[in-house]
């Protein structure tokens, strides 16, 4: 069975992208991401930013979505940086023994790995709704339930991970722009520690409720389910999924010429 849940970061939309059926386009980004972080040099990393590029710009104006989520990864993004240019053996910048030169093209090169593989996923939850991509997956996991696989279970699993996504980035928003109580302020200073934990207590106790509320929701309300077999009836793939088919293919053998 799928629940019908909310949408997460789904974006409604008439772009290319938006009318692609959903397994092209988990297979596309699958093999976007593993194509992303299996890059050895500059060359192969440059034809993934053409492709990203060329997303973001058939996007247009719910390609600022997919960037902004980038951005929660920018501390993430700035600390690997730093680990590289600070602890990478090989030449050292400007003379200073601390500064690695091969550490700062490495760093790089794993920043913009990280970044474009957010990228290819961001675009595919900003135009696939949760309910397209669970019918995806369950597609594809389908002949194994006849080897005695729970394919079943493994699609309320994949629902309430995918729909926890943007319950956490709500969270992490609303308690950015939550007041601090005048008890709060008195703790301030000497107690910054003690105010941190106390806040962080808080939010993992409201994301642990409103997971068990996700998954008591989608495990219990049968009424708003969809069969298999149901799920089964996905149209024929289009002209132009075949066409954007074998525009990754083509990517993959660009990707490969690159290296």
């Known amino acids: 069975m799928i629940a019908k849940t909310e949408n997460g970061l ?10 692609l ?9 699958l093999a976007l991401v593993v194509l992303t972080f299996a890059a050895g040099n500059w060359a192969q990393l440059a034809v993934l930013m053409v492709v990203a590029a060329a997303a973001l710009w058939v996007l247009s104006s719910h390609a600022l979505l997919a960037l902004r989520i980038c951005l929660l990864l920018r501390w993430l993004l700035l600390f690997t940086f730093l680990m590289h240019l600070l602890f990478s053996p090989g030449r050292t ?5 601390w500064l ?25 939850a900003v135009t696939t709704s949760i309910e397209d991509l669970a019918a995806a997956f369950d597609w594809f996991v389908r002949p194994l339930s006849r080897l005695g696989c729970r394919t079943d279970d493994w699609q309320k699993i994949l629902l309430l991970a ?25 703790r301030g200073g000497k107690g910054r520690w ?25 495990a219990a309300d049968e009424s708003s389910c969809r069969s298999p077999s149901e799920l089964a009836s996905m149209r024929p793939l289009s002209l132009l999924d075949q066409y954007f088919f074998g525009t990754v293919m083509l990517v993959i053998v660009c990707h490969w010429l690159a290296g």
């Open 194 to 218: 003690a105010l941190f934990i106390m806040k962080t207590q808080d939010f993992t106790e409201r994301m642990l409720a409103r997971g068990d509320k996700m998954a008591h929701d989608i």
């Open 21 to 29: 059926d959903p397994r092209i386009k988990l297979l596309a980004s």
């Open 93 to 97: 910048l400007w003379g200073l023994g």
């Open 10 to 19: 789904y974006q409604a939309g008439q772009s290319v992208i938006h009318r």
């Open 100 to 124: 690695s030169l091969d550490g700062l093209s490495l760093g790089g090169f794993v920043c913009l790995q990280m970044v474009l593989a957010v990228i290819f996923t961001a675009i595919l």
């Open 162 to 186: 995918l729909g926890f996504i943007p319950v956490v980035h709500a969270e992490i928003h609303d308690s950015g722009k939550s007041e601090v109580t005048s008890a709060e302020r008195e």
